[in-house]
């Protein structure tokens, strides 16, 4: 009889900045086959490590769905990360990317200045200039306030939803937005900000739904009061966006080419989907205040899956002490 199949994990591991961890980083990783906990079948694996590249060989196949391991890595002055499901083969290793951030590190928006952001993204300038005369002024008030936490969900969501393609095969993006900045019924926070957005929008999310991309919300109104239609993007295990319709708060703007027929929209982005709550609650450090989302730890959760589906997120903001 030939020896049993094996395979292998690659980490690839990074810090706050999306730079490889350093070298002298010390960390350990707990490693767990998909088998049932009942029983004592499930197999635990421990492995010592230091930088940002480790291979781990030798870790049993099954060829089944026991083959969907877990993994966790912790380092010292570091928050915890960990991704489910890494599908082993014996044919290549899989590689799983985590996100290692130092404890004491806050949003450093250095390379996410207005300048940056009208010559990076460009787009996003845009779309937070319309209908104001100062946009520079009320961008760095948004550095300012609230520990940057503001800004932070803005530009993770802002980044999100310019990866998404629709039906139209037009990102939510290329339709007319104007941000809602003074209106107390719709107040920036750090996991969400409303906006008017042009109408045409609300048909191309609700195609997107029948066509599997996104998921119907039912009664969006609970938990987004005055709300008419949400549905929430299904591509990733984590940090899916999701767009909530106002439709009852309608007005027409002018935009670039002449008047647009407007809606409010409501953008944020959860954490995990139902099946993976467990699992990443027990191990990443839940650092969410007064029961909002943290948009520090959407950052990560969004890079690790953007990752997994061979994208780049780059909120062009990073985590730093």
């Known amino acids: 009889m030939g020896a049993t199949p094996s395979g292998s994990i690659l980490f690839n591991l990074v810090d706050g900045t999306r730079q490889p961890l350093p070298a002298d980083v010390q960390w350990s990783?707990?490693?767990?086959?998909?088998r049932s906990l009942s029983g004592n079948e499930r197999k635990e694996t421990s492995v010592n490590g230091s930088g940002p590249i480790e291979l781990v060989k030798g870790l049993t196949y099954f060829n089944n769905l026991f083959d969907n391991y877990s993994a966790i890595v912790s380092a010292k002055g570091y928050q915890g990360a960990a991704w489910q499901p890494v599908h082993i083969s014996p044919v290549k290793p899989v590689a799983v990317n985590l996100m290692l951030v130092q404890e004491n590190a806050r949003p450093n928006f250095s390379g996410a200045s207005w300048q940056a952001l009208t010559s990076i993204r460009p787009r996003f300038a845009q779309i937070l200039s319309a209908g104001i005369d100062n946009a520079p002024a009320r961008y760095a008030d948004l550095i300012a306030?609230?520990?940057?936490?503001i800004l932070c969900s803005?530009?993770?969501?802002?980044?999100?939803?310019?990866?998404?393609l629709l039906p139209s095969e037009k990102g939510p993006l290329d339709y007319y937005w104007q941000p809602i900045w003074d209106d107390p019924q719709f107040q920036m926070a750090q996991d969400r900000f409303f906006a008017y957005v042009d109408k045409a929008l609300v048909?191309?999310?609700?195609?997107?739904?029948?066509?599997g991309s996104f998921s119907e919300e039912s009664n969006p109104g609970l938990l987004h009061p005055g709300a008419t239609l949400s549905y929430?993007?299904?591509?990733?295990?984590?940090?899916?966006?999701q767009l909530t319709f106002h439709q009852e708060n309608a007005k027409a703007l002018q935009g670039p080419g002449g008047p647009v027929d407007c809606v409010?929209?409501?953008?944020?982005?959860?954490?995990?989907?139902d099946l993976l709550a467990h699992f990443f609650l027990e191990v990443i450090p839940n650092k969410?205040?007064?029961?909002?989302?943290?948009?520090?730890?959407?950052?990560?959760l969004r890079w690790m899956a953007g990752k997994e589906a061979g994208s780049e997120f780059n909120p062009i903001y990073t985590m730093t002490p």
Do not use: C, H, W
């Open 203 to 211: 048909p191309d999310v609700v195609k997107a739904g029948a066509m």
């Open 145 to 149: 306030r609230n520990g940057g936490l």
């Open 232 to 241: 929430k993007q299904t591509q990733f295990d984590v940090t899916n966006v």
């Open 154 to 164: 803005v530009l993770n969501l802002l980044t999100a939803m310019s990866q998404i």
């Open 264 to 273: 409010v929209i409501e953008p944020d982005i959860d954490y995990y989907k």
């Open 288 to 300: 969410a205040t007064q029961g909002l989302t943290d948009p520090r730890m959407v950052y990560v």
């Open 29 to 34: 990783a707990r490693i767990f086959d998909g």
